[in-house]
């Protein structure tokens, strides 16, 4: 089975500075997705960016990059310009291309320092 | 936003008694998930459906059952709630199965078994 980790329980960065959430994944399939979905105090699940597996390109969403490395089976999620608004719970999920279900990491909490 | 409704929003309920979630949506989408939340566990999948009448168990389906007799709802329901299954519950929708469609998310339902 797919599992996904996420070190990091809680990260700290101050507005306007760029901070990098880490994630890793374990997975003996080539063909699979990776996404960011942040969560903010009102519960709701927002994507933040996607990652195909086959796309050799680091996939960039304004200030939401990502870099990953798929040898390393790494997906590692840049804010850069940090505001307030990032603020959050951060959840890093695999889905496999031969199957529809979300494995998701445990969450990083990201706290923006004014 | 994806068009999913979640019910309730909050609930409390004593141990031992049944619990219904309920999740509609009108994005006519195929697929529905039910996942739980807890801290430093992530989101979990509890059961998953890909049709009216089709449904199959994620890796945390104890003591949980669901069903899907229209396309637009999926029920969830906790035959005899106990004190472990106080959790953030998350109904999500999925267009496809196999590509880089993102899970949509409703706003979760709150359940506390006392």
């Known amino acids: 089975a797919q599992t996904v980790t996420q070190s990091q329980p809680e990260m700290s960065v101050q507005e306007a500075e760029t901070v990098t959430l880490s994630c890793t994944y374990d997975?003996?399939?080539?063909?699979?997705?990776l996404f960011w979905y942040k969560q903010p105090p009102s519960r709701q699940m927002i994507l933040v960016i996607r990652?195909?597996?086959?796309?050799?390109q680091n996939a960039t969403e304004n200030r939401f990059s990502v870099n990953f490395q798929k040898a390393a089976k790494s997906f590692s999620l840049k804010i850069s310009d940090s505001q307030l608004g990032d603020a959050a719970m951060y959840f890093c999920a695999y889905r496999s291309g031969y199957g529809n279900k979300l494995v998701f990491g445990a969450g990083t909490i990201l706290r923006v320092k004014s | 936003d994806a068009g999913i409704t979640q019910s309730p929003r909050h609930k409390v309920t004593e141990t031992g008694t049944p619990v219904t979630l309920r999740c509609h949506q009108t994005?006519?989408?195929?697929?529905m998930y039910w996942y739980r939340q807890d801290p430093g566990h992530g989101l979990r999948l509890i059961h998953y459906s890909y049709g009216v009448k089709d449904t199959d168990k994620g890796e945390v389906s104890d003591g949980y059952s669901v069903s899907r007799s229209k396309t637009e709802d999926f029920l969830l329901t906790l035959e005899s709630a106990t004190s472990s299954q106080t959790s953030v519950y998350f109904c999500?929708?999925?267009?496809?199965?196999?590509?880089?469609?993102?899970?949509?998310f409703g706003n979760g339902t709150r359940l506390t078994v006392t």
């Open positions: 994005e006519n989408h195929r697929y």
């Open positions: 999500a929708i999925s267009e496809h199965e196999t590509d880089n469609s993102p899970l949509h």
């Open positions: 997975t003996s399939e080539s063909d699979y997705y």
């Open positions: 990652q195909e597996a086959y796309k050799q």
